[in-house]
């Protein structure tokens, strides 16, 4: 059936981006290079874990897949953003807003199902390190990764479905920098009390995930501390690190974002904790496993090399 037709809306206006000249260039720029930044740095950290051969292994395998979704998942909106700040139509057709909605949430439920299992794998690491090799497998690692994908790719799809089915007579404007369920809701001809089981649905599916990492690295803090050699419970704290920092990031801006219900915060705060969730968070992600790491260090010097020395031979 044709959108149009069906809605009485045929596109959607994000009325919260500033007039084209008034500003605009000057949110531009630097939007444009953290876009350039996550792209350039999680491709740089994919290509490190499956150039050299020390990186394969479950931990960074898991770290490489985090890596990709983060690429696509911020590709779902900041590019979107980016046209709307040199354009003079800001708009965004009833499909594409579907569309939107459905990949970057999809993609996000997908890192929040790996960042479970980088957790577990931890876990099983540093709690029971004689079965590690026994267990985490990795094809078991190709298999959770791909489940993750499947899963969140579907667990999404219902909702999308139900949310086109619904009138959308006007206005159209959405008051957010990406379309999102609950603006987007807010603009149905129909009973909105839907929204607050969208919000029950989001928060267990949040919830469940963030209690069990947290378990999982509170117990892996608890033998850690235990090790009785100080040099091996620094070693044990600093490969858990990164990953307990990216937790922190990512289900911490997810907490603000989705897990308020009724409660609603100014529009400036509103956006600066979508810009949080949607930018910042990607943006930190290849810092941190980077920095942290010196086996991704070295890897991502080769890859950089290989990088220069292809650059030389292709000029000669």
């Known amino acids: 059936m044709d959108p149009e037709n069906q809605t009485g809306v045929a596109e959607f206006y994000f009325s919260d981006f500033p007039p084209f000249g008034n500003g605009s260039l000057l949110l531009f720029t630097p939007l444009l290079f953290i876009y350039v930044f996550i792209i350039v740095g999680n491709f740089t950290i ?43 139509k800001k708009t965004i057709s009833f499909i594409g807003c579907l569309l939107q909605m459905y990949f970057f949430h999809s993609l996000g439920v997908t890192e929040a199902l790996v960042l479970t299992v980088m957790a577990i794998d931890r876990y099983i690491a540093i709690c029971n390190p004689l079965r590690y090799a026994i267990i985490m497998t ?7 990764s791909t ?6 790719f579907l ?40 929204i607050l089981v969208e919000d029950v649905i989001h ?6 995930s963030m209690t069990v990492i947290s378990l999982s690295y509170l117990r892996i803090i608890t033998v850690i501390l235990r090790i009785p050699s100080g040099a091996s419970r620094q070693k044990a704290f600093s490969t858990c690190a990164a990953h307990i920092t990216i937790f922190l990031l990512f ?45 991704m260090k070295d890897a991502i010097r080769k890859v950089l090399c290989f990088r220069s020395m292809f650059n030389v031979s292709g000029s000669q």
């Open 147 to 152: 489940g993750s994908c499947i899963f969140g």
């Open 46 to 88: 994919f290509s490190a874990v499956w150039l050299d051969a020390r990186l394969h292994n479950p931990m960074y395998n898991l770290i490489s897949a985090f890596s990709f979704l983060e690429v696509w998942y911020t590709t779902a909106t900041i590019p979107k953003m980016l046209s709307n700040l040199i354009s003079e």
């Open 155 to 194: 667990m999404l799809l219902p909702e999308i479905v139900w949310i086109s089915t619904l009138p959308f007579c006007g206005p159209n404007q959405i008051h957010q920098l990406f379309c999102d369920f609950e603006p987007v809701l807010r603009l149905a001809c129909t009973d909105t009390s839907m």
């Open 203 to 208: 928060a267990i599916s949040i919830l469940t």
């Open 251 to 295: 289900f911490g801006s997810v907490a603000l974002m989705y897990l308020r219900f009724s409660v609603t915060f100014p529009p400036l705060l509103d956006k600066a904790i979508a810009l949080m969730f949607a930018v910042l968070a990607p943006l930190f992600n290849p810092i941190i496993y980077s920095l942290r790491n010196k086996d």
């Open 138 to 144: 990795s094809r078991l690692c190709v298999q959770l």
